[in-house]
């Protein structure tokens, strides 16, 4: 358009409220990654075990099925049942971030589309929170809000005596699953900001859980030392789920609770140095 016709006009329209607008990147994002039919049902195979779990549940309190049964219940509803349901979920969880979170990032870098971002009034923060919260929304589903239902469902059928003698079994599930949605998004965005093919970007981030295990269990057997614990992520986030909720982890892990959840945070903390540093208007590249 000419600019000497003076028919261009300034938009005038409703502006987006500053404190949501990183929901516009998580919104195109949400259309990306649910347009695979092959996320879309391996995300609803992540509720069957939630939803057996519920069954169960009903099943352990019907009093005409325990009769004729001559029981009085099935199995215990303790911290060991919720204890497994987070184990189950988190490894789902896992599978899940490696399908949705290789291709948040790695796509705009490719095709150089953060300055497209940055050049409107849209922050860094905001461009990450964004991103973040698509895995947020999805891995929560499937962990802490299903395993918070089945408290909820275990509490209806138990009575509220049960419900308040047990209140920290829903604090566990919660601080349980925030980690591993924490610890698994920041290192899949991570990932994904710094290998910029999604494909690759995802054996990488099986390669950190799967290899590093690995590593770290020759590092203790070699060493006799349980510090090789520390890149073993799947460890650390046993250990600490353990603590959470009084149980014993199938694998031995001689590492302290304490220097676990240090060790997550350290790995969380670099994963956000490292967004800092790639997640840029621009990209200063040496020949």
Not at 138 to 146: D, E, N, R
């Amino acid at each position: 358009m000419a600019v000497h016709k003076r028919s261009y006009h300034s938009y005038a329209g409703e502006l987006t409220p500053p404190w949501s607008r990183f929901l516009i990147v998580s919104r195109y994002a949400f259309q990306n990654a649910l347009s695979s039919k092959f996320l879309i049902t391996y995300f609803a195979i992540c509720f069957f075990y939630p939803l057996g779990c519920a069954i169960s549940l009903y099943m352990n309190h019907n009093q005409r099925l325990l009769e004729m049964f001559h029981a009085s219940s099935f199995f215990a509803v303790d911290a060991r049942f919720f204890f497994h349901f987070l184990n189950v979920q988190g490894t789902l969880a896992f599978i899940l971030t490696a399908l949705v979170g290789p291709g948040l990032v790695s796509p705009d870098l490719a095709n150089h589309a953060l300055p497209l971002y940055f050049c409107r009034p849209f922050s860094r923060a905001e461009y990450v929170l964004g991103k973040v919260f698509v895995l947020v929304s999805l891995l929560s589903l499937i962990t802490w809000i299903s395993g918070e239902l089945l408290y909820l469902i275990q509490s209806t059928l138990a009575g509220a005596s049960w419900m308040w003698t047990n209140l920290w079994m829903a604090r566990s599930i919660f601080v349980g699953s925030a980690i591993e949605i924490l610890v698994f998004s920041l290192l899949a965005l991570a990932l994904s900001a710094w290998i910029k093919r999604k494909p690759a970007a995802g054996a990488a981030l099986l390669g950190v859980f799967f290899f590093g295990a690995g590593f770290g269990q020759a590092i203790n057997k070699v060493l006799q030392t349980s510090n090789g614990t520390l890149i073993d992520l799947a460890s650390l986030i046993a250990r600490v789920e353990s603590q959470l909720f009084g149980q014993t982890s199938r694998r031995p892990i001689g590492l302290p609770a304490d220097r676990a959840w240090l060790a997550l945070l350290a790995i969380s903390a670099f994963c956000l140095f490292l967004l800092e540093r790639k997640v840029k208007a621009y990209e200063v590249v040496r020949g």
